[in-house]
């Protein structure tokens, strides 16, 4: 009975919060400690399930746990794959949802309607987007999560809010667009949307149909880079990210990672079966593009002198390094980007939620000075029933999560930053481990590796400047107000890249398997496609493509 239970635990990620959103839009706006409690159970019970999902991968490793909605065999019905990558995704989307809505408790949660409704729709879609095996059903869950991310980007109002958010929800609907005309175009030569059928078919295809695919895969690609915040595609994010809610930025830190989660699978899935490594499709632009991504992000970072845009250009700075990363090809960077992508998100949304505290201790003559500071428009708090109480020794306490904070951003030892960049570089440098016979670098992984630690030195300048403006040499030196339930979410985050920190050897081992499994997709497409093809350990490519010939013969035989 256990058993049976645990094979619908894929599901649950996709259940659980659209339940929970549905029931609280039943509860009136005065009833928000009730809606807060429902939200704040439901999102902790989101983590337990994601914990048991990692749990389950790493059981099924190196094949995916395939779940089949309505008993219908893939490619015909709808699939949930589970597989390390997917499972470690979700466990992160739910911590930030956790932290956030902890957050939100103090204020935010009241300062608009329907916030958790959205919040919760918003985890719904991006677990949906981790965990289909289709591209149909990723382009719902797109929806979906863009759709609540409207929502919660404007909440709060103000004129700096919806400015940027009138821009976010333009661009959106356009990369939705595309989304669409990629799918049709691959839909079109394909017959199928099926991730794993869309690999094997691809090697089936005529040269002519071939290039309609790679359009379609070209257009479609567009969408991803644009919610990835690939350069020159990213110049809303910035505005977007900075000027949103506090809470809401945090969460938003995962929103970027959905597009590269989309590269990553996609790039490695269809384009990458022959040995685990690229076939040249769109790798190039995923390298360079990557690194022109960088060059802005770390420019950005040092230009800004707002926190709120600091933030925002870190999350560039991240998203570049990750597509760089991808259009390497390169399995053991792969695994170094992986880890990264774990510190990096979960030190960002630390680091939107501290923002907003450490901006209590400045007041509008202050801002002034900032050369380049922004024009935000002020909140008015309800300051009845206020949940918590105040922190004592506040700015002691902010200055300390800031410099941690600022380590983790910056790559510097202890912590995890730095092991994700030392990850990284050892994979560029020595992809092929202990076993290596005397790999040269060539000139972009030179390039790869300079900008990474330039990035990191760039970071350095831009933290060390804003915390010796804000905690040393503040000319009011005012203490905010802080409540417990606040700095609670900030250090529950920084404590989790502390305990990556310390169990890095686990976490990079997990890294490491998963970058290979995602190199050597067979046993992906084979969970998926059982009826078509086993293992790459047991028969050849030249197999598995002549066995799909005569599969497609027979189907046409039998139309």
Known sequence: MIENFLQHLVILPILLPIATAALLLFYDERRRKLKLWISLSSIGLLILVSVGLIGRAIDFSPEAEVYN?????????????????????????????????????????????????????????????????????????????????YGLALHGSGQARVRAGMHYVVVNLIASSFFLIGAALIYGVCGTLNMADLALKLQTLKSADRIIFESGAAILGIAFLVKAGMWPLNF????????????????????????????????????????????????DILFYGGLATLIFGFIGVLASQALGRLASYSVLVSSGTLLAAIGTG???????????????TLSLAAFFLLVELVERTQ?????????????????????????????????AILGACFGITAILIIGMPPFSGFVAKFMM???????????????????RDWTFVAL????????????????????????????????????????????????????????????????RELHHPQNYIGSVLPQK?????????????AGL????????GME
């Not at 003559?365 to 428009?377: K, P």
């Not at 570089?425 to 000139?443: E, H, K, M, R, W």
């Not at 010939?549 to 046409?556: A, P, T």
Request: hydrophobic share 50%; glycine share 10%.
């Open 452 to 515: 990474l630690i330039f990035s990191g030195f760039a970071a350095l300048i831009a933290m060390t400047r804003t915390g010796i403006r804000t905690f040393w040499a503040s000319i009011e030196g005012k203490v905010p107000r802080v409540q417990v339930i606040e700095f609670a979410p900030v250090a529950g985050l920084l404590g989790l890249c502390l305990l990556l920190t310390i169990a890095a050897g686990p976490v990079a081992d997990y890294m490491g398997q998963t970058a």
């Open 236 to 283: 809303w994010l910035t505005p977007t990210y900075s000027s949103a809610a506090a809470p809401v930025g945090a969460t938003f830190a995962i929103l970027s990672k959905v597009g590269i989660y989309v590269v990553l699978r996609l790039t490695l899935l269809v384009f990458g079966t022959n040995g685990g490594t690229l076939s040249g499709f769109g790798n």
């Open 363 to 395: 007041d509008t003559a202050a801002n002034v000075l900032a050369v380049t500071m922004e024009v935000y428009g002020e909140d008015e708090e309800d300051e009845e029933d206020e949940v918590g109480t105040y922190l004592p020794a506040t700015l």
């Open 330 to 344: 390169n399995a053991s960077l792969t695994a170094g980007a992986l880890f990264y992508i774990v510190s990096s």
């Open 533 to 545: 093809t086993v293992t790459a350990s047991r028969i050849s490519s030249e197999e598995i493509t």
């Open 549 to 556: 010939i005569n599969n497609v013969e027979v189907e046409r």
């Open 69 to 149: 909605l309505g008993n219908w065999q893939a490619p015909f019905g709808i699939v949930l794959v589970l597989d390390r990558l997917s499972a470690a995704m979700v466990f992160l989307a739910s911590i930030l949802g956790a932290a956030s809505l902890v957050f939100s408790a103090a204020h935010w949660h009241k300062a608009g309607p329907h916030f958790h409704s959205l919040m919760q729709f918003m985890i719904a879609g991006v677990n949906g987007a981790f965990l289909t095996g289709d591209l149909f059903n990723l382009f719902v869950f797109f929806e979906v999560m863009l759709t609540a991310s």
């Open 425 to 443: 570089i050892t994979g560029v440098f020595n992809p092929d481990g202990l076993n290596g016979d005397g790999y040269q670098p060539s000139a």
